[in-house]
């Protein structure tokens, strides 16, 4: 594809970033076929082939409308064009890039949008405030609106977790991440994750001053608050990666796609670049880590059929695949066939409070498919999806490795 983006732009590392994406896309349209919102309205714009035009004319020079927003806005950042594409268009560069601008230019939104985008960048990241107010609008959960009540668990009877003990000693041990809302909608899912890191000898651990991974905000424009946030949490990390920890084990897909990009983010920083790629790099999902081990001792010893959704975080943007899958099969889960399971429950961080029709839509589709054989559970490896599938679903759902933990319950 032929650019004309201006020389200023050109000179910084953003601009060629954008310029790259750009050249690499022949517009042959195959991302349109597996792209979910294109697939749900038919819109040419609300596909990736249809969103790279809208980028490079603004990019260009031509500016930023309201459809422009509308239709970038709408984009979930699954990446699932990235897996489908023939020609290798890292579509998610020139998505970052193009937002990142627009937030800086002000891009022209309904004031409720730019108030509600606000508040997830300033009340989400920042667990001290976060958390007290996520677990005051669990008890008022009934009163909430719906596209709010949706993305709130019900209380749950556990505490978030942390460790017991220190672990500096232990002979082997990994580090986990509170995370922003897992950690306290779903502590159940780390309390797991502990139960059987422990069964395999392990200890888990948390950086006490590690915060929210960037995530949210990175996709809602803020990259340098994405950058931030990642050089906080390289500072809380490199002492425990140095002293012993041998990973960084995510329990949120989402999370670990964003800690793994640390390298990228922070690869212009003279200070952070050699740190983010070594953090990066000591980067695994719960699925690549528990991979390792010989998982016999969590089979189950009753039958169970379940429905797996792999999250487009996993699968799309960090390329595990069958990993889960492996795991489930080996410890004596009966997994039902599930089609469509390439496309997005329409979760997408911040997508089911931003973009609720949307959001619904997807998640009917999604259902539809993963409840068709009438399976006894859901289960999936991010947060996100579960509290989003879990709104609507008519059986319960949640992380894959709490039927490990179960296992060890006799």
């Given at each position: 594809m ?6 200023a732009?050109?000179?910084t ?26 697939l ?18 603004y ?14 806005d709408?984009c ?13 268009v890292?579509?998610?560069d020139?998505?970052e ?44 959960r ?9 993305s ?37 899912t ?6 059987v ?67 990228a ?45 792999p ?12 990993v ?25 961080g ?21 409840e ?17 599938l879990?709104?609507?679903a ?12 179960e296992?060890?319950?006799g």
């Amino acid at each position: 594809m032929q650019t004309r983006l201006p020389e200023a732009l050109l000179a910084t590392s953003e601009g060629q970033r954008a310029e790259a994406v750009l050249r690499s896309c022949v517009h042959c349209g195959f991302c349109n076929a597996t792209c979910p919102t294109y697939l749900e309205t038919g819109h040419e714009l609300d596909g990736p082939r249809g969103r790279i035009w809208l980028m490079k004319a603004y990019l260009e020079g031509e500016g930023a409308s309201e459809i422009t927003t509308r239709h970038l806005d709408r984009c979930l950042t699954c990446r699932n064009c990235e897996t489908t594409c023939p020609s290798g268009v890292v579509y998610h560069d020139l998505l970052e890039v193009t937002r990142n601008r627009l937030e800086d230019e002000g891009a022209p939104r309904p004031l409720p949008a730019r108030l509600a985008r606000w508040a997830l960048r300033t009340l989400m990241p920042r667990r001290g405030l976060f958390w007290p107010l996520y677990r005051l609008g669990q008890h008022l959960r009934p009163l909430m609106p719906a596209r709010f009540r949706e993305s709130l668990a019900p209380p749950s009877a556990l505490r978030p977790w942390r460790p017991a003990v220190a672990a500096v000693s232990a002979p082997r041990r990994v580090l986990l991440l509170a995370g922003c809302v897992e950690g306290v909608a779903v502590p159940e899912t780390q309390h797991a994750t502990a139960r059987v890191l422990k069964a395999l000898g392990l200890e888990a651990t948390l950086a006490p001053r590690a915060g929210c991974c960037g995530a949210l905000p990175l996709h809602l424009g803020a990259r340098a608050q994405a950058q931030a946030l990642a050089r906080q949490n390289i500072d809380a990390w490199w002492p425990e990666l140095q002293s012993g920890a041998e990973a960084l084990v995510m329990t949120a897909s989402g999370c670990g796609v964003e800690v793994k990009g640390y390298g990228a983010l922070l690869a212009d920083d003279p200070v952070y670049a050699e740190r983010a790629a070594f953090v990066a790099e000591k980067t695994l999902d719960l699925s690549e880590y528990l991979q390792r081990f010989d998982l016999t001792a969590f089979a189950r010893k009753a039958p169970l059929r379940v429905a797996w959704h792999p999250p487009c975080t996993l699968q799309h943007g960090q390329g595990v695949r069958g990993v889960v899958e492996g795991i489930l099969d080996a410890v004596g889960v009966e997994r039902v066939p599930v089609a469509e399971g390439h496309l997005c429950c329409g979760a997408a961080g911040t997508n089911a409070v931003l973009e609720p029709a949307m959001a619904q839509a997807l998640r009917t589709r999604k259902l539809a498919h993963l409840e068709k054989d009438a399976p006894e559970r859901i289960v999936t490896a991010n947060i996100g999806c579960e509290l989003h599938l879990a709104a609507a679903a008519g059986r319960p759902v949640s992380h894959w490795i709490t039927l490990l933990a179960e296992a060890l319950e006799g």
